[in-house]
């Protein structure tokens, strides 16, 4: 019988359009070839490599043991919600109550909540580029469309406002900022938020302030928090962060957002539909994270400091390489550009081609710039140990002179 190919389970068009998360993807590929043997040095997902501290991995264990296994509120456990409210509001001296927090399966998708709460089709949202990979995807699912702004390493990669007010087009309903940033480490002042704030609320604008790395910044500088900046801004503000990067809890999948009450009722019905609640054992883990001691956080930012040091002296040192100060997070985004002028003649000529080289030929995971729209970079990882990241960084320096 002639077999007829059913059109049945074709995937719906927004699928069509939907790219796979390329940090996910290099990772894959990293740990593919390890498992076949190959000593490759992996920096190119951003994940701590400490493990989850003890006290917190206890916290869970105990939460099994007390029989905590069921269904949950959808957006969380009341004691978790308030956990996150008084963090938040001790660290920024903001009021916050348990009731503006949902507590979702990470922040990817708290911030896939948001957007899919707020968005409708053919809104427009300012995404200033090098921007985080799973931003513009998430975006468009909801039928919206994010607007790339792009900002360039001669400015730390900050947005000004007057590129901002210019990109504003009576669509425009959303910035998103992401300070310390993802993929490119360089930290906004408070001064420089606040003038993108003043713009935001000139224009009647939302602002996701998406602050996963907000305890994660260097040289003993504070932490800016989006909605103090000025009055009123909370209002039009929803910050999103979780314990993934702060506690190095990646694999537990706990994150959230803090929105206006009427938005987090909204979000959180949403999830009830979604996925009823995330993981009741995280939620625990995540209470004994948030109000057990914190010297683990104090610890694990002082290595990265180091890592940081280490990463960015001996970038600087490579011929052609440029990177921006890097304030923030735990991420090297580097220009590449003279090095692909080098390359050219051997067909390598974009920053997919670059990173797919060193990983062939020098066993190093990077991830290629085009994926955080800003081809001609690069972005390492260095939640790595510092012997890894050396060796990872003599292999790339090798790349970089032999081409
Ligand atoms: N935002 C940024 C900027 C990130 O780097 C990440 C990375 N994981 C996330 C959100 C998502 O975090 P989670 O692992 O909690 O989903
Ligand atoms: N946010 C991390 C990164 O950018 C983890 C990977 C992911 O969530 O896409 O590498």
Known sequence: ???????????????????????????????????????????????????????????????????????????????????????????????????????????????????????DEGDEVIVPTPYWVSYAELIKLTGAKPILLETRIEENFKLRP???????????????LCSPSNPTGVVY????????????????LAVVADEIYDQLVYDGRPSVSFPTLRPGLADRTVVVAGVSKTYSMTGWRIGWTIAPEPLSKAIGNLQSQETSNPCSISQHAAIAALTGPQECVAEMLQAFEKRRDLVAKRLRGMPGVRIPEIGGAFYAFFDIRESLQRMAARGIGTSMQWCETLL?????????????????????SFAASEDKLTVGLDRIASYLDVG
């Open 1 to 119: 019988m002639e077999s007829m190919e059913s059109k049945s389970l074709t995937t719906a068009r927004r699928m069509r359009a939907l790219e796979p998360s390329a940090t996910l993807a290099m990772a894959a590929r990293a740990s593919a070839m390890t498992a076949s043997g190959i000593d490759v040095i992996d920096l190119s997902v951003g994940e701590p490599d400490f493990p989850t501290p003890p006290h917190i991995c206890r916290a869970a264990e105990e939460a099994i043991r007390a029989g905590k296994t069921k269904y949950t509120p959808a957006a969380g456990i009341p004691q978790l919600k308030k956990a996150v409210a008084d963090d938040y509001g001790r660290r920024t001296g903001l009021a916050i109550t348990p009731a503006q927090v949902v507590v979702s399966n990470g922040a990817k998708h708290a911030l896939h909540n948001v957007f899919t709460a707020v968005l």
């Open 162 to 176: 007057e590129a901002l007010r210019a990109a504003i087009t009576p669509r425009t309903r959303m910035l998103l």
């Open 189 to 204: 002042t408070a001064a420089e938020l606040g003038s993108l704030a003043d713009v935001a609320i000139e224009r009647d």
């Open 360 to 380: 062939d030929k020098h066993h190093v995971a990077l991830v290629a710039g085009s994926a955080f729209g800003a081809e001609c970079f690069v972005r390492m």
